[in-house]
Structures are given as C-alpha cells and as structure tokens.
C-alpha cells in the first residue's frame, strides 16, 4: 500500500540550530517527492521536489533534502532555523502512473527565539 | 502576476445540500489540482484537470466532482454534503503539463462548514 509517515507531529527547536525532518514512504514505484510549506496566511509552498539525479535537492528559504532509497526516506534539512520558519510542513510522494498523490500527516515546527 | 484565487474564501451549508467551489488559476497556467486538508484526515489529494480533461483522481465518493473551462478556471462541486466534508478546500494551478509533478501554486483556499 501507499503510503507517507512523518514520524513527529511536533518538533520544537531554538532559532539558529539545525533542522531535520523526518519522511518515510511506501510506494510501488520510485516516486516524485515533494516538500511543502504551510504557514499561517501564507497558504501552502512548495519548498523543493526530486525527480531523479543528484539525491540531494536544494530548496527555497535555505532547505534541503536528502532521498536515500535503501531507506525510503527523503528528510528535510536547514542548517540554522530561523524564527520565520515556525509553520507545518508536509511531505508528500507520487503520482506515477496509476499511484496516487499522497502526503504525510505533517509536522509542526516550533522555533524558540 | 496575480496568484491563485479561489471563491467563496468562507461557506457555510447544512448536510443535504449542495455546493460549488471556484478556482481561477494564475494567468497561463493550464493544469489545475483540488484538495481537501482536514484536522482528522490532513491533506488528501481529490483531483487534477488539465485542458478541460480530468487526469487524476484521489480516493473520494462520487459526490465529490470537478470540471475545468476552456479558459483553465476549474469548480469542484460536493453533493449531498455530509458533517465529514467540512473541511479546508485548496486550489493549485501549475504552468505545464506535468501538473502535480510540477511546481503547484496554491490559493488560499475555501473555508467549508457543513452544520
């Protein structure tokens, strides 16, 4: 079955410390992968996305990913969180051919100043 | 350029009824993608329109429904509403045909209250 997992619902950080977020996927195919924003009246962002190639993919604000298939993960990382990156953020995997856009549960990111 | 707009921001209907949700994606953008974000269920992906063709579709009843105009505006209608499909309803428009594959620009979204 399909499916996405973001193992922490809520990670709390201090401004200036790094950042890992945690996505792990099951899905039939090698999927697209996708990492987006949400914050408050701002709507949702896309912050970076891998196809294939390089396995570490930059984004906007400063982010990064790693897809590593031998784990079927692909965490987001920053290396120094500023206190404007206080928002949900959601992973999500797919579609390919018949297999479905999913995303996981999201996790809430709180930066203490 | 402006953004994805989406009308009404703010609905509110009664089970039973029925309802009509806008989506006029930015300027140039041909393929446009529907989804539903519920405290419960989070984000689910519902469908995806592309020069009037629906050409993906999530795991919804057939009460959930889509159409795209020739001047890529899209509405999603939801019949029978039920108290589940409260809910936020976002839009998102992207530039190519990739659609979600692509980079998606997502409206603010439409605020549904089913009493």
């Known amino acids: 079955a399909q499916s996405v997992t973001q193992p922490d619902i809520h990670i709390t950080v201090s401004e200036g410390a790094s950042l890992e977020l945690r996505c792990n996927y099951s899905?039939?195919?090698?999927?697209?992968l996708f990492w987006y924003v949400q914050s408050p009246g701002q709507g949702l962002q896309l912050l970076l996305k891998?196809?294939?190639?390089?396995?570490l993919v930059q984004g906007i604000k400063g982010f990064e990913a790693e897809f590593k298939r031998s784990q079927s993960s692909f965490n987001l990382r920053k290396p120094s969180v500023h206190w404007s990156d206080a928002a949900e953020y959601f992973c999500?995997?797919?579609?390919?051919?018949?297999?479905?856009?999913?995303f996981g549960t999201g996790t809430r990111l709180k930066v203490l100043a | 350029k402006a953004g994805v707009t989406q009308t009404p921001r703010y609905l509110i209907k009664t089970r039973g009824q029925q309802v009509t949700l806008s989506c006029s994606p930015i300027?140039?953008?041909?393929?446009v993608s529907w989804y539903q974000q519920t405290p419960g269920q989070g984000l689910q992906f519902l469908f995806e329109y592309f020069s009037e063709t629906q050409r993906n579709k999530g795991n919804f009843p057939g009460r959930f429904s889509g159409r795209q105009f020739s001047n890529s505006r899209s509405e999603m209608n939801v019949s029978t509403l039920e108290l589940g499909d409260s809910a936020l309803y976002l839009c998102?428009?992207?530039?190519?045909?990739?659609?979600?594959?692509?980079?998606?620009?997502f409206g603010p979204g439409t605020r549904l209250t089913v009493l």
């Open positions: 899905y039939g195919a090698t999927p697209y």
């Open positions: 999500a995997v797919g579609p390919t051919g018949t297999y479905k856009y999913i």
């Open positions: 998102a428009s992207s530039p190519t045909a990739q659609g979600v594959a692509d980079t998606q620009y």
């Open positions: 891998y196809f294939s190639g390089d396995t």
């Open positions: 300027s140039g953008h041909r393929s």
